[in-house]
């Protein structure tokens, strides 16, 4: 194992990210938690090796170990723990470290550390947003600006939102969301294989892995606990109600944003990405809220944030819409003023620096430890053997 060293400031912060769950030092690495884990392998173990690394202070080896984003957090090795260091919550608290250090602009680090960062990047962003409602015509937007005699009687919305241009706002948003994501998947990417030959057909061979874990997280259902199926089936309806919604306003939007009340074909998609979105987040928060469960029991601000934002996002689109359909059109305008104001800067603060990374993070490390232990198995043993060391 490389030389430890002292790394004071980033052991701090692990600390500080943990908010309120176990102690990294209360580990005296008696291996129950390996053993504990149904989803830990010799090729791949953990929570034990993180814990030492994290102990030793061992940045590099930390950053090189697809480990913390292996595991589902079923709580199994906290429950079993004989010294209470919580294991799990551990993981949970490295990964929110490590998406620290992916991210280039050093935004999540600001976020993880300082409640204040994270709701002050909420505000500035909603009044951003509401800038855009106000500012000079040449914005595009605003009811005072496009207002009739006619709008303030009947809901006319492309009036006070045009379509064209919330779409044009969507596809520069999703195109930065993009960017940044992309470059610090690359930045994960660089650090876990770093100093390894990988030949590129280890890489083709996994290809499926990266396309199934990434769409439905399906390693989650190999865990042993007991509640597996259940975390996973509400995962996986969360996220295809929020994929579905962000596909619907970023591709789909002039068809998606119409005037009248008549049925339409992306109603379907509307529907359900609107009840997926109410009912997970739901359930999410009242789990925590019970602590019904370990991955339950400790919660960081970032464990509330998302899903109160998704919620709520939900809940004043469901508003603006029944105020169209009811032709209000003060009350529709006001809500879809509101609804951006919610929606934009959680997309624009949670998905790129907070905890909704995960979805692009986890997939793409269970890939890159298939690709590592595919080139080391396929590996002359001499070059297996040095790679390992």
Request: proline residues 4%.
């Amino acid at each position: 194992m490389a030389q430890a060293r002292s790394i004071r400031p980033d052991r701090q912060f692990l600390r500080q990210a943990s908010h309120c769950g176990g102690h990294f030092n209360k580990c005296c690495q008696c291996a129950t938690c390996v053993s504990a884990c149904s989803l830990s392998s010799v090729e791949n173990s953990f929570p034990r090796r993180q814990m030492l690394l994290a102990q030793w202070g061992m940045k590099d080896e930390l950053m090189a170990d697809p480990g913390p984003w292996l595991c589902f957090y079923c709580g199994d090795c906290s429950r079993l723990c004989p010294r209470d260091a919580n294991p799990a919550e551990n993981m949970m608290s490295l990964r929110r470290y490590l998406t620290t250090q992916y991210d280039w602009t050093g935004i999540s680090r600001l976020l993880y550390s300082s409640a204040a960062w994270e709701f002050g990047a909420l505000a500035l962003v909603a009044f951003v947003v509401w800038l855009l409602f106000t500012l000079p015509q040449s914005f595009g937007f605003g009811l005072l600006h496009h207002s009739t005699p006619q709008a303030l009687s009947t809901v006319m919305l492309d009036k006070f939102a045009p379509a064209a241009m919330v779409h044009k706002g969507d596809l520069t948003l999703a195109l930065l969301l993009s960017f940044l994501l992309l470059t610090n998947a690359l930045r994960m990417f660089r650090f876990l294989t770093a100093g390894r030959k990988i030949p590129l057909s280890a890489y083709a061979a996994e290809l499926r892995e990266l396309i199934v874990q990434g769409a439905f997280q399906l390693r989650w259902k190999s865990c042993d606990d007991r509640n597996a199926f259940k975390n996973w089936l509400r995962h996986f309806v969360l996220v295809t109600g929020y994929a579905t919604m962000f596909t619907l306003v970023v591709v789909f939007l002039p068809w998606f944003q119409i005037e009248d009340s008549s049925f339409h074909w992306t109603s379907f998609l509307g529907y359900y990405a609107t009840a997926a979105l109410v009912i997970a987040t739901l359930w999410i928060m009242a789990d925590r809220i019970a602590k019904s469960s370990e991955m339950h029991r400790f919660s960081h601000l970032s464990d509330w944030l998302f899903p109160i934002l998704l919620f709520l996002t939900a809940l004043s689109g469901i508003l603006m819409n029944l105020f169209r359909i009811a032709g209000l059109p003060m009350a529709t305008y006001v809500t879809y003023e509101v609804h951006l104001m919610i929606a934009v800067p959680m997309l624009a603060v949670e998905v790129p620096f907070g905890k909704w990374a995960h979805l692009v993070y986890r997939p793409l490390a269970i890939y890159l430890a298939g690709v590592t232990q595919r080139a080391r198995s396929e590996a002359p043993a001499g070059v297996a053997a040095a790679g390992a060391a």
